[in-house]
């Protein structure tokens, strides 16, 4: 009984063990079919995305998504905004007798332009495979000139003048002297959109013509006008050089387009007096002109003078700086009522005795008209000794009609007249 017992025990224990592995067995079955199951899954979802990625790779890498675009001989092509061209999108004129090809990838029909696409996918194409996508327009519009340098009426201090501008589109740029030129063109610049650089041009008025002709032939032009003043004024001479001023002043200057002339005079504060050109007296560039003031209140009084030029590109000069006397009162005669007298009547001797106050004195003379009608004139004295002039003059027989004459270093002069005859 006790080994059949033994038996039973390892029967049991057989069976559980077969149980156990048979469990094992399953869970592993149930474990591989969910495994199976998920790669199969990932397949579908790896050959779905293969599927769908494929025509687009193959798409953007195929040459039919670039195109020849043809264009005839002065047609405009409008390129799209890009990151390249932010400030306005550019264009380009074919110039091709022939007509010209350009390789696109884009043409935006709402706004009119295109896109550029890769040159070596074009060149797989067929080369006379042309796409007629959108709508290229004739070019009959002249390039726009927009000048920034010279301005009209500008003025300019030197010969060498900035010459800028800019187009809207390439084109071939001339410009004509019209005042000097002799109807020749001088080159700019070949197949530009801008040009930034000094030309020289004449003194004085210049009138240029600017051409600019595009690749089809149109024309664009532009006038303009500017001055050029490169040279500083000259102040030849003035007048008094020296000793007295009696309120006449002359300058004399070179100048071709002189603004502004200025006398300036006076002691520590200067007093000014601006003169009109057209009172000038002028031989090509060259000027002289007069003026006068009143010196009346530095009478006797020592003044300093100059003159001031400024030409029309406000050039200046400057004279050099005078000092003066002033003397504006003729001199004084103390004895007008006795001052010459004759020994008897007929003589021929006359005696003169002038009693004069004039602290610039310069000369006694008298004048008369001789039997030909010419003045002469002689000199009495050239000093005074103790304020007079005694002299004896002597006269042929006639009658006599003498103005006596006073004068002073200042220019001023006091003249009198006297009567008589000689036997």
Same mark, same amino acid.
Request: aromatic fraction near 12%; proline fraction near 5%.
């Given at each position: 009984?006790?080994?059949?017992?033994?038996?039973?025990?390892?029967?049991?224990?057989?069976?559980?063990?077969?149980?156990?592995? %048979?469990?094992?067995?399953?869970?592993?079955?149930? &474990?591989?079919?969910?495994?199976?199951?998920?790669?199969?899954?990932?397949?579908?979802?790896?050959?779905?995305?293969?599927?769908?990625?494929?025509?687009?790779?193959?798409?953007?890498?195929?040459?039919?998504?670039?195109?020849?675009?043809?264009?005839?001989?002065?047609?405009?092509?409008?390129?799209?905004?890009?990151?390249?061209?932010?400030?306005?999108?550019?264009? @380009?004129?074919?110039?091709?007798?022939?007509?010209?090809?350009?390789?696109? +990838?884009?043409? *935006?029909?709402?706004?009119?332009?295109?896109?550029?696409?890769?040159?070596?996918?074009?060149?797989?194409?067929?080369? +006379? !495979?042309?796409?007629?996508?959108?709508?290229?327009?004739?070019?009959?519009?002249?390039?726009?000139?927009?000048?920034?340098?010279?301005?009209?009426?500008?003025?300019?201090?030197?010969?060498?003048?900035?010459?800028?501008?800019?187009?809207?589109?390439?084109?071939?740029?001339?410009?004509?002297?019209?005042?000097?030129?002799?109807?020749?063109?001088?080159?700019?610049?070949?197949?530009?959109?801008?040009?930034?650089?000094?030309?020289?041009?004449?003194?004085?008025?210049?009138?240029?013509?600017?051409?600019?002709?595009?690749?089809?032939?149109?024309?664009?032009?532009?006038?303009?006008?500017?001055?050029?003043?490169?040279?500083?004024? %000259?102040?030849?001479?003035?007048?008094?050089?020296?000793?007295?001023?009696?309120?006449?002043? &002359?300058?004399?200057?070179?100048? @071709?387009?002189?603004?502004?002339?200025?006398?300036?005079?006076?002691?520590? !504060?200067?007093?000014?007096?601006?003169?009109?050109?057209?009172?000038?007296?002028?031989?090509?560039?060259?000027?002289?002109?007069?003026?006068?003031?009143?010196?009346?209140?530095?009478?006797? !009084?020592?003044?300093?003078?100059?003159?001031?030029?400024?030409?029309?590109?406000?050039?200046?000069? @400057?004279? %050099?700086?005078?000092?003066?006397?002033?003397?504006?009162?003729?001199?004084?005669?103390?004895?007008?009522? +006795?001052?010459?007298? !004759?020994?008897?009547?007929?003589?021929?001797? &006359?005696?003169? $005795?002038?009693?004069?106050? @004039?602290?610039?004195?310069?000369?006694?003379?008298?004048?008369?008209?001789?039997?030909?009608? %010419?003045?002469?004139?002689?000199?009495?004295?050239?000093?005074?000794?103790?304020? *007079?002039?005694?002299?004896?003059?002597?006269?042929?027989?006639?009658?006599?009609?003498?103005?006596?004459?006073?004068? $002073?270093?200042?220019?001023?002069?006091?003249?009198?007249?006297?009567?008589?005859?000689? $036997?």
């Amino acid at each position: 009984m006790i080994k059949n017992k033994g038996k039973i025990e390892v029967n049991e224990k057989n069976i559980k063990k077969d149980n156990f592995n %048979k469990s094992n067995k399953r869970n592993l079955m149930a &474990i591989s079919s969910r495994l199976t199951t998920a790669l199969l899954i990932f397949l579908m979802i790896f050959i779905l995305a293969v599927l769908i990625i494929t025509p687009i790779i193959n798409a953007s890498s195929s040459p039919s998504r670039v195109f020849w675009s043809c264009f005839g001989k002065g047609e405009v092509i409008k390129y799209c905004e890009t990151p390249t061209y932010h400030h306005s999108p550019p264009t @380009e004129t074919c110039t091709d007798d022939g007509g010209c090809s350009y390789c696109m +990838s884009v043409y *935006k029909e709402n706004e009119d332009c295109y896109i550029h696409g890769s040159w070596p996918k074009c060149m797989q194409l067929p080369p +006379s !495979q042309c796409s007629d996508n959108g709508g290229p327009n004739q070019d009959l519009n002249p390039p726009n000139i927009t000048l920034t340098s010279p301005l009209n009426n500008s003025l300019f201090t030197s010969r060498v003048v900035p010459f800028k501008f800019f187009l809207n589109e390439k084109a071939d740029v001339y410009y004509i002297d019209l005042i000097n030129g002799r109807g020749k063109w001088i080159r700019v610049c070949r197949g530009c959109s801008s040009f930034d650089n000094n030309k020289n041009f004449n003194e004085g008025l210049n009138q240029i013509l600017i051409k600019a002709t595009d690749g089809v032939g149109n024309e664009g032009s532009k006038e303009v006008s500017f001055f050029i003043d490169s040279k500083m004024p %000259k102040i030849k001479k003035t007048f008094p050089k020296k000793g007295f001023a009696d309120g006449d002043f &002359i300058v004399e200057f070179q100048e @071709e387009n002189p603004r502004n002339l200025t006398l300036f005079y006076g002691i520590n !504060q200067f007093k000014t007096k601006n003169i009109n050109l057209g009172t000038c007296t002028s031989k090509k560039n060259k000027y002289s002109c007069e003026t006068n003031v009143n010196l009346l209140p530095y009478n006797n !009084q020592q003044i300093e003078y100059y003159f001031t030029l400024i030409d029309i590109a406000g050039n200046y000069e @400057e004279s %050099k700086h005078l000092m003066l006397n002033v003397d504006v009162s003729d001199p004084i005669f103390n004895n007008q009522a +006795s001052f010459w007298s !004759q020994n008897e009547p007929g003589s021929k001797d &006359i005696f003169f $005795d002038l009693d004069i106050n @004039e602290p610039n004195f310069d000369e006694v003379v008298y004048s008369y008209l001789d039997s030909r009608g %010419k003045v002469k004139e002689k000199r009495l004295c050239s000093k005074l000794t103790e304020g *007079k002039c005694v002299k004896k003059e002597s006269f042929k027989a006639g009658v006599w009609d003498l103005t006596l004459i006073i004068r $002073d270093q200042a220019g001023n002069s006091a003249g009198y007249p006297v009567h008589f005859v000689v $036997d």
